[in-house]
């Protein structure tokens, strides 16, 4: 299984980004996936996750009305969609495969946010 993100990169506050994740060796349909990200100097925090079963989402309350999960189950790809930027959000942000409840098996290398002005 191998996770490739994309879209990163600065931005100015108040803007959007969109990233992405592609997926190889692993077929969209059954599990859940994540978005995950470390700002500089913290520890790691869940952002958000979708079924690639239902589309079913769950969003952090620091991204709430800002950010928004999706899939592309025919390309194999997660995506997302980041508005409102603040500089807070910067940060490098993981994609990951939820392979049972709770367990996070899969990673991305992850891509670096940041938002600055």
């Known amino acids: 299984v191998q996770l490739v993100e994309s879209g990163g990169g600065p931005v100015q506050p108040g803007g959007s980004l969109r990233l992405s994740c592609s997926a190889s060796?692993?077929?969209?349909?059954?599990?859940?996936m994540h978005w995950f990200r470390q700002a500089p100097g913290k520890g790691l925090e869940w952002v958000s996750g979708?079924?690639?079963?239902?589309?079913?989402?769950t969003s952090g309350d620091s991204v709430k009305g800002r950010f928004t999960i999706s899939r592309d189950n025919t390309k194999n790809i997660m995506y997302l969609q980041m508005n409102s930027l603040k500089s807070e959000d910067t940060a490098l942000y993981y994609c990951v495969i939820e392979g049972g409840p709770g367990h996070f098996e899969y990673w991305g290398q992850g891509i670096l946010v940041t938002v600055s002005s």
């Open positions: 060796g692993f077929t969209f349909g059954s599990n859940w």
């Open positions: 979708i079924s690639t079963q239902d589309g079913t989402i």
